[in-house]
T-cell receptor
Framework: GENVEQHPSTLSVQEGDSAVIKCTYS??????FPWYKQELGKRPQLIID?????GEKKDQRIAVTLNKTAKHFSLHITETQPEDSAVYFC???????FGAGTRLTVKP | ETGVTQSPTHLIKTRGQQVTLRCSSQ?????VSWYQQALGQGPQFIFQ???????GRGNFPPRFSGLQFPNYSSELNVNALELDDSALYLC???????????FGPGTRLTVL
């Protein structure tokens, strides 16, 4: 089955800096790659997604890039704010196989 | 809020018992997926239902089973509970398989 690896497991940045989280996947048939933000005690919330026919997508401070040849995709958050602090998950294989998560801390 | 609801919110069971968790999807969403999320880990895919038929399954034993009903509700049943089954159970619904999933708030199951 699909194997999704996510790095780093923890990430600490200063407010205003950029944060990058990377994921790799194993199934070349994967065609949908969402990213979720999960705050403590809450449900995962979709923040951005990308489909396999697109290489990059941007939504304000958040962007995702996809390299199908290398089977990896990345989340980029610019101008980070303390409220960006949460656990972020990537997913592949029609969005049902999740990475282990990255705990992002943005220091004021 | 996503329009996806789950019940109960919390549940405590003992090892060997059986449990049924319920999910109500957004109206019109004929795809529902169930996940197990252990503390500090990512959601693990249990299975997906599309129009009341199982449409994919993760690496979970047969004692994890499900049902989906025509009224956009679904159930996750777990038999012979084990201590390791303690986790947050999430359901998520979407209109199409490659469409955005909307998660419910989850049911936290504790097995003693």
């Amino acid at each position: 089955g699909e194997n999704v690896e996510q790095h780093p497991s923890t990430l600490s940045v200063q407010e205003g800096d950029s944060a990058v989280i990377k994921c790799t996947y194993s199934d070349s048939a994967s065609n949908y790659f969402p990213w979720y933000k999960q705050e403590l005690g809450k449900r995962p919330q979709l923040i951005i997604d990308i489909r396999s026919n697109v290489g990059e997508k941007k939504d304000q401070r958040i962007a995702v890039t996809l390299n199908k040849t290398a089977k990896h995709f990345s989340l980029h958050i610019t101008e980070t704010q303390p409220e960006d602090s949460a656990v972020y998950f990537c997913a592949a294989s029609s969005g049902t196989r999740f990475g282990a998560g990255t705990r992002l801390t943005v220091k004021p | 809020e996503t329009g996806v609801t789950q019940s109960p919110t919390h549940l405590i069971k003992t090892r060997g018992q059986q449990v049924t968790l319920r999910c109500s999807s957004q109206s019109g969403h004929n795809t529902v997926s169930w996940y197990q999320q252990a503390l500090g880990q990512g959601p693990q895919f249990i299975f997906q239902y599309y129009r009341e038929e199982e449409n994919g399954r993760g690496n979970f034993p047969p004692r994890f089973s499900g049902l989906q009903f025509p009224n956009y509700s679904s159930e996750l049943n777990v038999n012979a509970l084990e201590l390791d089954d303690s986790a947050l159970y999430l359901c998520a619904s979407n209109l199409l398989t490659l469409d955005t999933q909307y998660f419910g708030p989850g049911t936290r199951l504790t097995v003693l």
